[in-house]
């Protein structure tokens, strides 16, 4: 197995790639997850926004999006294809977004929203919970945030 690296955005990606991505992140949030909401919400085609995602070949394995609002990034819509957890691929893909990050917008912060039993996880990439937690669509979440300064690494 060839695992490969991407990111762009949504305007540069193939259809049947673009489509690939859609597809797993609803099989992942919507269908697996049961929480019945508007996935593809708009966030993906605003100015700035790039989805990551890893692929063996044209299988999707892991996928995110990165945007980037007024004051502070984003990181969003972190998942794994079933078949392919356990494997350091999102992690990965975590990294490469956070180096982006870090290079394009040194010092402002990344936010992401996490599933509450995932903020251990997150917080090996340097986010800390940074307010109360909250219910979205009948799943725990709390908010997480990750400071870079400009010259650390």
């Known amino acids: 197995m060839v695992v ?10 193939a259809p049947l ?18 929480a019945a909401y508007p996935e593809i919400d708009g966030r ?8 990551f995602w890893a ?10 999006r990165v945007l980037r609002e007024a004051g502070n990034t984003r990181i969003g819509r972190v998942a794994t294809a079933p ?6 691929i999102a992690a990965d893909l975590m990294r490469a977004a956070i180096d982006l990050l870090d290079a394009d917008a040194p010092g402002v912060p990344i ?7 995932l903020a251990s ?3 090996r990439f340097g986010f800390v919970v940074s ?23």
């Not at 790639?17 to 049961?34: D, H, K, N, P, S």
């Not at 692929?55 to 995110?64: H, N, Q, S, V």
């Not at 078949?83 to 350091?88: I, L, P, T, Y």
Request: a negative charge.
């Open 4 to 13: 490969t690296v991407h990111r762009s955005a949504v305007a540069d990606i």
């Open 17 to 34: 790639t673009l489509y690939r991505i859609l597809w797993m992140r609803v099989a992942v949030f919507v269908v697996e997850q049961e």
């Open 44 to 51: 993906d085609i605003e100015p700035g926004a790039e989805l």
């Open 55 to 64: 692929a063996d070949g044209d299988e999707i394995l892991a996928t995110l």
């Open 83 to 88: 078949a392919a957890r356990g494997r350091g």
């Open 111 to 117: 936010l992401l929203d996490a599933q509450a039993h």
């Open 121 to 123: 996880w997150y917080g």
């Open 131 to 153: 307010g109360a937690p909250f219910a979205e669509d009948g799943i725990p979440h709390v908010p997480m945030r990750r400071s870079h300064l400009a010259g650390e690494r």
